[in-house]
Structure formats: C-alpha cells, structure tokens
C-alpha cells in the first residue's frame, strides 16, 4: 500500500497510541508527529482521520502534563471539527 496510504497511516496512529498506553512516551509524540504531518498532506489538515490524529498528540501531550503544546493543538482540532461537522 505504501506508507502513505491511508491505511497505513491508520495503523501508524494505532501503533502509536500503543506506545502510549505503554508508557513510551518518546516513541509515541515521534510517530503521532509523523502521522500528522503525512495525513495532512495526504488527507488535508481538515481530515477527520487528520483531526484525530491531531487530538491524539494532543491527549498525550495533556497526559504529561504539558499544557502549553497540547493547548493549540486541541483548540485547532476543535475549530476545525465546527467546521467541517457544524455547529
């Protein structure tokens, strides 16, 4: 399928969300990172798929107590979701 295909960055996000509820939390930003900057290339930054991908980095970041960087991301992915499902 190659590693652009939708598909695949499905399981990237998934594989990534396992790193996370493992606890590693390095490996986990890196690969939600990844997956975010090709599903927005792929997918556009207003994707559904994108935007879950996008709130994903930002649960993380929330998790680890880092506020500063999950703030923007949450309230771009919720400006984004009004705007593509409505009010």
Known sequence: LGERHPDTLTSMNN?????????SYGEAEQLYKDCLDMRRA???KRHPDT???????AG???YQGRYDEAE???????DMLRTVLGE
């Open 42 to 44: 792929v997918l556009g």
């Open 51 to 57: 935007l879950t991908t996008m709130s994903n980095l």
């Open 72 to 78: 923007p991301l949450d309230k771009d992915c919720h």
């Open 15 to 23: 594989l990534a969300g396992l790193y996370e509820n493992q606890g």
């Open 60 to 62: 993380l970041y929330k």
